[in-house]
């Protein structure tokens, strides 16, 4: 009774931070920006990457994160503050890959820390309560580690194939991805990798919370 009581707590946390469910009839899609973004393609590049944000906004996606590992510090704040201020007063909560300080610099929402960074305990420790922290993963036993080390969720990936995580190895697969939603049962696990409009569903159905992508939602079409 207590643990089912804790996993839920769990899942509310997330649910009280963005401000709506998180379940599989109300999946939170989450739209990661592209990484193509460079300090010499910035002043003309850049502007494509806010109006997705705006569209993807107006559209009510419930999570957004700026994941361009390419820029300087100063642009990616200068990024990162742009697209809080088009979130502001709406459904749409902003979070950062990786850098902490530029998180807090722009007054995002959030981090998301990759499998190379710090554990999420760790990173809380300069985070207000509300802040949102999700965290990389590619393995169950690592899943497992991340939700006892205070992640509010956990990417899985690749869960299919995809150019941008074949670093990671060959796709999970569904089974896998079913195998880690029951092993952290009431746990918000976010299905990523090769993620498209043929598959989100069958990842859903294997009980993820809801689904990630970079290609598949940065295409308008797909957001509306």
Known sequence: MLKCLKEREVSLNLEAKIGRPV???????????????T??????????TIQIIR?????KIPLIQIR??????KLLVKLASDAVKIAKNTETKIIINDRVD????????????PASAVLPAVARRLLKRSF????????????????????????????????????????QGLEKLREVCERLK?????????????NFQSSLDCGAKGFAAIRFLNERKNLV
């Open 23 to 37: 379940s599989a009839s109300s999946p939170l899609i989450y739209l990661i920006t592209k990484g193509d973004l």
């Open 39 to 48: 300090p010499e393609n910035f002043a003309f590049q850049s502007e494509h």
């Open 55 to 59: 569209f993807a906004t107006a559209q």
């Open 68 to 73: 361009e590992k390419l820029l300087t510090a």
């Open 102 to 113: 530029i998180a807090l610099a722009a007054y995002a929402d959030g981090v998301h820390l």
């Open 132 to 171: 949102i922290c999700g965290r990389s993963t590619h393995s169950i036993r690592e899943a497992e580690v991340m939700k006892d080390e205070g992640a509010d969720f956990i990417t899985f990936s690749p869960v299919f194939e995809t150019p941008s995580k074949a670093e990671f190895g060959p796709p």
């Open 186 to 198: 009431g746990f918000p696990v976010i299905a990523l990798g090769g993620i498209n409009n043929e």
